[in-house]
Each structure stands twice: as C-alpha cells, then as structure tokens.
C-alpha cells in the first residue's frame, strides 16, 4: 500500500472556524492532490501540488487554500468553514503525469 | 472540458451473474487515460485499471475485464461471475491534463448471495 496519512480522520467543526487537514506521503512522489467526495458526484479535485511550492486550483478551491514546504506534506486548509464544506476530503499522490493515483484514507468533516 | 459520465446510478445483481458497469467520456484532446478505481464500503479507493488513448485493447484480470472503444467514447467495465466481495462503488475516471483526473459520479454495485 502507499505510505499516505490523512489525518485527523473525522473533525466536527463549528462554522466560520479555520480547520486544517493534514496529508502526509512517505513515496516521494510528485504530484499530491486533495479532492472532496460527496453523493452524485463522485470526486471533484479541489487543489493539487506539482512539487514543493508550486500548487495550483482544481474544479471547486473556492472556500480552500493548500500549501506544500515540503515534498511529503500537502496541507488543505479551510478559513472560514461552511456547512456546504461537510464532506469526506481525500488526498491523493502520483508519481508522475498521467500515472495512477493512490489515495489516502479520507477526512470526514462535519460542519455544524 | 472534460467529462467522465457513468448512467448507472445503483446496480444490484445476484451472485455469478455476470455485470458491466458504463463508462461514458468527452475530451477534445488526444492524448489521454481513463481509470477504474473500486471504493468498498470500508470507504478506501483502490486503483483497477489505467489505459491510455492509444491503446484500444480490451484487458483482462481475472473475472475483470474492460472494453475500450474510441469510436463511442466509451471504457466499460465487466466483472464476470460475480461475488459478494465485488459489492462496492465503481468510479470511473479521466485525465488528459496530466496532473487531473476528472471522476465520474460512480455506480454502486450490490452483489446479493
């Protein structure tokens, strides 16, 4: 299995309060991605990092900004949680373009 | 764009039936790769297949197969005989950037005993 570690695994916010997610690689991959699964839409990608400092917006980022200081960290951060940002939050890591992703464990985020 | 859409919302069959999940995509580029990922109800995402858009034969893996078709657009997944452990939700997925996969909305598969 890939050596990816999201943590926390579940958080229970309040809304308007920053959380953080954490993702964490231990392949030296590339490329890291963070994507939000909801039903009926299968995964939509909210940012990805195409190496240290170099990141760039997926299909939904409004809400979220990411940061990577380093090759195995890939941080989503949310400023102001909204309810509409419930959701299951997976990171994911490829090794190089147009290779499969693996995917970590996910984040279940409720906000209340 | 790009688009991955997979009709089938929910599928239910009884076991050894034999199944295919649709795959349906749109890009206007020609140069790309379409996956299969299995997410069991342990809520992990594991990775089936990987193709890319100049190699249209079909790939067989055991009770797994899939069938790629350029002239529908079209990357169809069939399970064969299939068990209980095969219950799970299916995506689908394009990338034609590189770095960007665009999943499909995925079809869950119920396999009753």
């Known amino acids: 299995d890939a050596g990816i570690t999201q943590s926390p695994r579940h958080k229970v916010t309040e809304t308007g309060t920053p959380v953080t997610l954490r993702c964490h690689q231990t392949?030296?991959?590339?490329?890291m991605y963070w994507y939000r699964q909801d039903p009926g839409h299968g995964l939509r990608l909210i940012h990805y990092?195409?190496?240290?400092?170099?990141?760039d917006k997926g299909e939904v980022s409004d809400g979220y900004s990411v940061s990577r200081s380093k090759t195995e960290d890939f941080l989503l951060t949310l400023e102001s949680a909204t309810s509409s940002q419930t959701s299951v939050y997976f990171c994911?890591?490829?090794?190089?373009?147009?290779?499969?992703?693996?995917f970590g464990q996910g984040t279940r985020l409720t906000v209340v | 764009a790009q688009k991955v859409t997979q009709a089938q919302t929910e599928i239910s069959v009884v076991e050894k039936e034999d199944v295919t999940l649709d795959c349906v995509y749109e890009?206007?580029?020609?140069?790309?790769?379409l996956f299969w990922y299995k997410q069991p109800p342990s809520g992990e995402l594991v990775f089936l297949i990987r193709?890319?858009?100049?190699?249209?034969q079909n790939e067989i893996s055991g009770r797994y197969s899939w069938n790629f078709q350029k002239s529908t657009s079209s990357f169809n997944f069939t399970i064969t005989a299939s068990q209980v452990v095969d219950s799970a939700v299916y995506f689908c997925?394009?990338?034609?950037?590189?770095?960007?996969?665009?999943f499909g909305p995925g079809t869950r598969l119920s396999v009753l005993p």
């Open positions: 994911a890591i490829s090794g190089d373009r147009f290779t499969e992703a693996f």
């Open positions: 392949e030296n991959h590339r490329y």
């Open positions: 890009t206007r580029d020609t140069t790309y790769y």
């Open positions: 990092s195409y190496g240290v400092k170099d990141t």
């Open positions: 997925a394009l990338d034609n950037y590189g770095q960007n996969f665009v």
């Open positions: 193709r890319n858009s100049f190699d249209e």
